[in-house]
Nanobody, 124 residues
């Protein structure tokens, strides 16, 4: 059974930091790119970042460049999203997703598996 389980969300003040984790199981982790997406009520889901399985290439949305950092530990089947300098507008449910392939992917329709998400709330 494929599982993606996010953790690390919570309530944090503006300017603070969080590290989100995405623990994967049930598929060949090294062969999959992992993406992070976020969504707030009433808005479309937004791609935040992606890391390839092949060589660790990364991609970031313009809105998070310089503040978010994605990494992966293939020995632990886990992808991390380090978030610094949190802003109120970063408040959202953050979900990770997996897609088979060697590249980086930003279109949510390309992803095969999804986690349930973890809430990040930034207070002003």
């Amino acid at each position: 059974e494929v599982q993606l389980v996010e953790s690390g969300g919570g309530l944090v003040q503006t300017g603070g930091s969080l590290r989100l984790s995405c623990a994967a199981s049930g598929f060949s982790f090294d062969d999959y790119a992992i993406g992070w997406f976020r969504q707030t009520p009433g808005k479309e889901r937004e791609a935040v970042s992606c890391i390839s399985g092949a060589d660790g290439s990364t991609e970031y949305a313009d809105s998070v460049k310089g503040r978010f950092s994605i990494s992966r530990d293939n020995t632990a089947n886990t992808v991390y999203l380090q978030i610094h300098s949190l802003k109120y507008e970063d408040t959202a449910v953050y979900s990770c997703a997996a897609v088979s392939g060697s590249g980086v992917y930003i279109e949510e329709g390309e992803y095969e598996y999804w986690g349930q998400g973890t809430q990040v709330t930034v207070s002003s």
